[in-house]
């Protein structure tokens, strides 16, 4: 099947789940997760509408997308891989949003480059959680995880956007271990927004190729979805 077709397949998946959960159709975003595919890959996906783009290393990132931003100034990215400090500075212009915002340090480091490079842009964030076993990454600490809401509750004058919250489930077939990850970060997401009801923080980002009805099942408002839509890896 071609990328279009695959996008309307999810599109068409998306909307059944939304319709099993009660939810109105059109509640959940589709993220193409672009990383190991080329810039000819993305560029087929906004053919096919679809705008927003998830890449999870910078470097790569930050090769493919200035010649697509130049040519469709529609798309738009997310950096949705594990972020190191020394990286922030390389990826900041690029994004509208880094979804895999893990710890205090880097909220810290994410604003001071910001001020320095982009200080007009707005920038949202979504907090990881630590939610399955197999994930490696995210806050497992809830104290942690209300300083780090806390602190950029505070950057808001400087654009940055305290938007929600993003996970990964196991990869597992086990349907009642992604439930009960999913349900874990909504748990979280209702008490940190119940702590600080002045913030947005709408955006629950979980669900990927193997789970992502799940997801949209148990609250999900953005799932990313890379190898359903493009087809195995291209290039490592």
Do not use: W
Request: with cysteine; charged share 30%.
């Amino acid at each position: 099947m071609s990328i279009k077709e695959n996008c309307e397949l999810i599109l068409d998946k998306i909307h059944a789940a939304e319709a099993r959960a009660g939810r109105p159709e059109g509640s959940v975003k589709l993220m193409a997760v672009s990383k190991f595919h080329p810039a000819d890959a993305v560029v087929e996906a906004l053919g096919a509408g679809i705008t927003l783009f998830g890449e999870n290393r910078v470097q790569e990132a930050c090769g493919k997308f200035p010649d697509i931003f130049a040519s469709h100034p529609e798309a738009e990215l997310h950096l949705i891989g594990s972020l190191q400090r020394n990286k922030v500075k390389q990826i900041l212009p690029l994004v509208s949003c880094i979804q895999s915002v893990d710890r205090l340090e880097l909220i810290e480091e994410i604003a001071k480059q910001k001020d320095k490079l982009c200080p007009e842009k707005k920038l949202s964030l979504l907090f990881e959680v630590h939610t399955g076993e197999e994930s490696k990454s995210g806050f497992t600490d809830a104290d942690e995880l209300i300083r780090a809401v806390d602190y950029t509750a505070t950057l808001s004058e400087k654009g940055i956007v305290c938007a929600g919250f993003m996970t990964m489930a196991p990869l597992t077939d086990d349907e009642k271990a992604i439930r009960a990850s999913f349900r874990s970060l909504v748990k979280t997401a209702d008490m940190i927004k119940a702590r600080f009801p002045e913030l947005p923080l709408t955006e629950l980002s979980m669900g990927m190729s193997h789970d992502f009805e799940i997801a949209v099942e148990e609250g999900s408002t953005l799932v990313r979805v890379g190898t359903a839509i493009f087809g195995e890896r291209v290039y490592a």
